[in-house]
């Protein structure tokens, strides 16, 4: 989850999508919350999936909504999927942010992850629920590149199709 300053007038829409993804987690469903602007920090320590208990569910829930935006930091989308993926047993990663990466190129970046993923034993899902705007629900948007769309808008696409996810946005 994207917590960098840009976020800040969009974080109510940010908890809104972190609480749709956790209601869908079952209980056999173990997760964990990165946290990201100039550094990922994650909420459970030493690479640990939490059980999708209802408690951990709500403990997640309000780190989230008492999470400070950091307004000088940067965006190290990289960093925090790169963390991500390190976790092995995850199958399922969820990128929350408004895609904009301050330290490397759109296409340098898609292509880390994706080589990173690709070496993977089973490589994960990654869906990306991008928070253009605070406060417009979430539309489900299949891969269709548009000509001159912004490079955030095509980033977040691209990531999640080369990856085999879901692109949402508001």
């Not at 989850?1 to 940010?14: F, L, Q």
Request: glycine share 6%.
């Amino acid at each position: 989850i994207d917590t960098s300053g840009s976020m800040e007038p969009k974080w109510d829409a940010v908890c809104y999508e972190l609480k749709k993804a956790l209601e869908d987690c079952g209980p056999s469903t173990r997760f964990q919350v990165l946290f990201f602007s100039d550094a990922p920090r994650a909420l459970w320590p030493n690479k640990r999936l939490a059980p999708a208990t209802p408690e951990a569910k709500a403990l997640a829930l309000k780190a989230a909504k008492t999470q400070s935006v950091i307004s000088s930091g940067k965006t190290a989308i990289g960093l925090a999927l790169s963390q991500a993926l390190d976790h092995t047993q995850a199958e399922t990663i969820y990128l929350i942010s408004d895609g904009l990466e301050s330290r490397v190129t759109f296409s340098g970046l898609q292509r880390a992850v994706r080589r990173q993923n690709v070496k993977r034993a089973r490589p994960a899902k990654i869906h990306t629920v991008h928070v253009r705007f605070g406060g417009r629900p979430l539309e489900l948007r299949p891969f269709d590149p548009q000509p001159n769309e912004p490079d955030d808008v095509s980033f977040m696409r691209k990531l999640a199709w080369e990856n085999g996810g879901v692109y949402a946005h508001n």
